[in-house]
């Protein structure tokens, strides 16, 4: 089963969403996002004008744009994101990242999960993250550590 996921990225003047059909959850496309900002900032003029020609912004969407996964035996390679118009159309998702671009050229992350109620039958959601980029690397790095001993344990079961 696919980890659904979208990204919506804004400025004070743009917004624009993205739909990522599988590896939704934050190992990896929290790691995807994290990696892709870090790209974004360090290329960047620091000196260029704020807002929707905010280089940090523009780079950072076309990374995201650019994204693929490889091509594999079984399928050609594809895009990473779809662009789209609305991401409340996706119901199916499990996590929302927002990540916002100030005037100041400060990035703010946000991160929504859908979690089952105590009736495990309906879910709601709440924001697991909200912070800046150096805090948001941190969570990103302990869910790469949880999926890392997750593998490791099952790996150890099979040889069992």
């Given at each position: ?64 744009m ?45 991160v ?42 099952l ?6």
């Amino acid at each position: 089963m696919s980890t659904r996921s979208t990204l919506t990225i804004r400025t004070n003047n743009s917004t624009i969403h993205f739909y990522r059909h599988y590896d939704g959850y934050i190992a990896e496309a929290g790691q995807t996002i994290q990696l892709a900002l870090a790209k974004a900032y360090k290329n960047a003029n620091a000196n260029a004008s704020r807002s929707i020609e905010h280089p940090h912004f523009k780079k950072f969407v076309n990374i995201i744009m650019n994204h693929k996964y490889e091509a594999t035996t079984y399928r050609s390679e594809q895009p990473v994101y779809e662009l789209i118009e609305d991401p409340v159309a996706h119901a199916d998702r499990e996590y929302h990242y927002e990540v916002t671009f100030n005037d100041a050229g400060y990035v703010n992350i946000e991160v929504e999960a859908w979690v089952p109620n105590f009736d495990n039958a309906t879910q709601r959601h709440e924001v697991i993250f909200d912070g800046g980029f150096d805090a948001y690397k941190d969570l990103v790095t302990k869910e790469m550590a949880i999926i890392a001993e997750r593998i490791a344990e099952l790996e150890k079961k099979r040889g069992a």
